[in-house]
């Protein structure tokens, strides 16, 4: 089976910066994109950042410019940088990465299981 982890989530003023890592392990072949979502109370979950396998990056409006997303094929990492932070930025983050676990030919969609984000003075 296949696990993500994120870490990195804690509590900043804001203006502030942070950074978010999402490590995958298990029986895992290869990795395609991976992504950051998050969700704020009471709304949908949402794409913030997404990133392909050869380095490829797209961003949501609501944080181009301030977040930057990046990967580490060979620690199977995704992070994603954030800086001036806002307190519309405050959610629960979570990573997602499209994996081919070994012994199939298929690919499979993982999630994490979110870290807290939260912007306040």
């Known amino acids: 089976q296949v696990q993500l982890v994120e870490s990195g989530g804690v509590l900043v003023q804001p203006g502030g910066s942070l950074r978010l890592s999402c490590v995958s392990s298990g029986s895992i072949l290869s990795i395609g994109d991976m992504d950051w979502y998050r969700q704020a109370p009471g709304k949908e979950r949402e794409l913030v950042a997404h990133i392909t396998c050869d380095g490829s990056r797209s961003y949501a409006d609501t944080v181009k410019g301030r977040f930057t997303i990046s990967r580490d094929n060979g620690k199977n990492t995704v992070y994603l940088q954030m800086n001036s932070l806002k307190p519309e930025d405050t959610a629960v983050y979570y990573c997602?990465?499209?994996?081919?676990?070994?012994?199939?030919?298929?690919?499979?969609?993982?999630w994490g299981q979110g870290t807290q984000v939260t912007v306040s003075s």
């Open positions: 997602n990465a499209v994996v081919r676990v070994a012994g199939t030919p298929t690919m499979y969609t993982y």
